[in-house]
């Protein structure tokens, strides 16, 4: 299989901030591709560059073998993508703004007409479809600006950050329509800051960080990389996690961290269920009581932690 | 995984894809105003009570140099000079809509959609411009009504009428185009919503839209003359029959019409390439 999108060395200056920093990035095609990255790490500037709406300061990247920069026209006929914002027009209709990027992307009337009831149907819009955007929740816009990238059957689709804002119904949903999509033979790179996201779509993971990536695989490898099971205990009162922590740590392979305010001390452990009972006889002899205690799969939260020593949804 | 099937493609327009894309937004434009009937609705309103104001309050204080009151009362008099000037100062304001609509495209995302789609870039101003022009048609004409009703006569031939008109709606598609490029360096549409205006306040009034030029200090008058809404102003009132006042011996006021059509010529060909290269590297914040 081949790779549908390359890019190489890509770097971009917003004045004195970096936003990449040499990223490179091959996405093979037929595949859903997470790019995995906190706010400000680079996301929305890669999809920007792969969508021809910025030019990267210095490297390369090509579209179904388009260049991004030398032939922009070209790989626009190839993509669709849905950003962060609804990009839909308010005042128009659901059918009228799927007719409207139809013709812009110079399709058939004929076709535009049948392929916008199609997907209207498929987004469980064809009751509001006659409907001006401004009666949409935020769901039905999302639904309607993800049908409206999807009208000249992009050979690949970029979706930035598609469902932020959505509450966990909707989101549920897109995450359903999304599947759907690949098996019609879409490519789709999708970026996320919600790791769950991620895990449940993507095949193959990229996390990026400060405009590099820092590691890539399927979410299994990333969190193998990672290595062991995490053990995690729920203090009962807040200052005692530090205490915690001190009692977990001859325990723990790893660093254990401490997050006071939800009163969660997490260490990184090996050797199955025996390790639960020796923390909780360690937490017992320090004198911390818990509420809960439990031993799981590390995440990718914390594949994330333990590749770029902070949080993946920390605030900056 | 089935095989990716791509989407059929359409033969190329007559006329290419430029227009055929720039007509594409233009409807949508349009179909936004039918939609938001409270813009159109106030769009009309705030020239009609201009009419109103003028007509009425300053009416009889302002005298026409070159009118003979013993033939019509100053204020009516006032009247026919007033209507070309309103109508003027309308199509000028309606650069304004530009700059809000597309403050409000970049703002929500739209414009970042357009920009990936594969369409020509002038296309998207091309729409809104021409849309914001074609709108002007239907204030136009309301505002004519009420000039009629006050008083206001078209006096020189329906052909001259139609002349006059054509020129009032190049202008606004010429203003279109100087609010586009402002639209598009807009942070956010309440910011688009003032400096889509501040401009249009000095230019309309440092001009004969409601005021004799002969009425101002020494030093504004050439400022006046030279002021393309003076000539656009001056035509119309010349192709409606209207009375002119005493027009100033500088070239734009002996010849309005070839004047405004100069100016019309030169802001697109300066703002039209403006704006399409910002739109180029315009994103959505």
Partial sequence: MSDIITARGLVKHYGDVVALDGLDLTVPEGTVYGLLGPNGAGKTTTVRILTTLLKPDSGSATVDGFDVVKKPNDVRRVIGLTGQYAAVDEYLTGRENLRMFG?????????????????????DLTDAADRSLRTYSGGMRRRLDLAASLIAKPRVLFLDEPTTGLDPRSRLGLWGVIKDLVADGTTVLLTTQYLEEADQLAEEIVVIDHGRVIAKGTSDVLKDQVGGDRLEVIVSEAGQANLAAEALAPIANGDVTVNVDERRVTAPVTGGSLVLVEAVRALDAAGVPIDDVVLRRPTLDDVFLSLTGHAAEEEK | MTTYTPAPARRRPLLGWGLHDGFVVARRNLIQTIRVPELLFFSIVQP????????????????IP????????????YRQYLMPGIFGQTVAFASAASTVGLAED?????????RSLPMASGAVLFGRTFADAARQILVLAVLSITGLLIGWRISDGVLNAIYAYALLLLFAYTVAWIGSWIGLYMPNPETANTAGLVWLFPLTFLSNAFVPITAMPDWLQPIAQWNPISSLVLATRDLFGNPTGIIGDAWPQQNPILYTLISCAVLVGIFAPLAVRRYRQATAR
């Avoid at chain 2, 070159?66 to 008099?77: E, I, K, L, M, Q």
């Avoid at chain 2, 970049?106 to 357009?114: A, E, L, S, V, Y």
Wanted: no cysteine; proline share 9%; net charge negative.
């Fill in chain 1, 103 to 123: 013709d812009l992307y110079h399709l058939p009337p004929a076709y535009v007409k049948e392929r916008s009831a199609e997907l209207l149907d498929r987004f």
């Fill in chain 2, 48 to 63: 009609v009570i201009f009419v109103l104001l003028f007509a009425f309050v300053f009416g009889g204080a302002i005298p």
């Fill in chain 2, 106 to 114: 970049m703002h929500r995302g739209i414009i970042d959609r357009f």
């Fill in chain 2, 66 to 77: 070159g009118a003979d009151p013993s033939t019509a009362p100053d204020a009516d008099v």
